[in-house]
């Protein structure tokens, strides 16, 4: 999967592109603001994004993922405090709260994976906070 990083803190950006590597994956760009993101978005085409909410320009993610939303490519929000998503999660899957556990990192990226790509997901791992609508059920047969 081709994965963008929105994340101003260099130290988290590189340790989330060597996690979503290690698990496979390509990283298409690492935006630091609103403007740079958008540049990946146009450039690169990304299918699934981590973005925090907030960036070296203020609150910014928001907006970056109403632009994801609209060009369908599904994200998750990383940050600090969850209380600054709006409630409809902009179109987010959900969120990561910071500080987060490789471990939980790693769990939660599988998990996306799997959805992203349509395939049968279990419950979403501790750590994933997902938004309204998104919940997974673990038997649809039923």
Do not use: C, W
């Not at 939660?108 to 349509?118: C, D, W």
């Amino acid at each position: 999967m081709k994965i963008m990083i929105v994340e101003d803190e260099a130290l988290l950006a590189l340790e989330l592109e060597l996690e979503v590597e290690a698990a496979g994956h390509v990283v298409v760009g690492t935006a630091a603001s609103r403007k740079a993101a958008f540049d990946i978005i146009e450039a690169s085409t990304p299918e699934f994004a981590f973005v925090d909410v907030h960036l070296s320009d203020g609150p910014s993610g928001i907006e970056i993922g109403r632009r994801l939303a609209e060009r369908e490519v599904p994200f998750v929000f990383v940050t600090g405090n969850v209380k600054r998503i709006p409630e409809d999660f902009v179109g987010a899957i959900g969120a990561i709260e910071k500080p987060y556990t490789m471990n939980g990192l790693q769990n939660a990226l599988t998990y996306i994976s799997e959805q992203v790509a349509g395939g049968q997901v279990a419950n979403p791992p501790p750590g994933l906070i997902l938004a309204k609508g998104q919940a997974v059920q673990n038997d649809a047969t039923s």
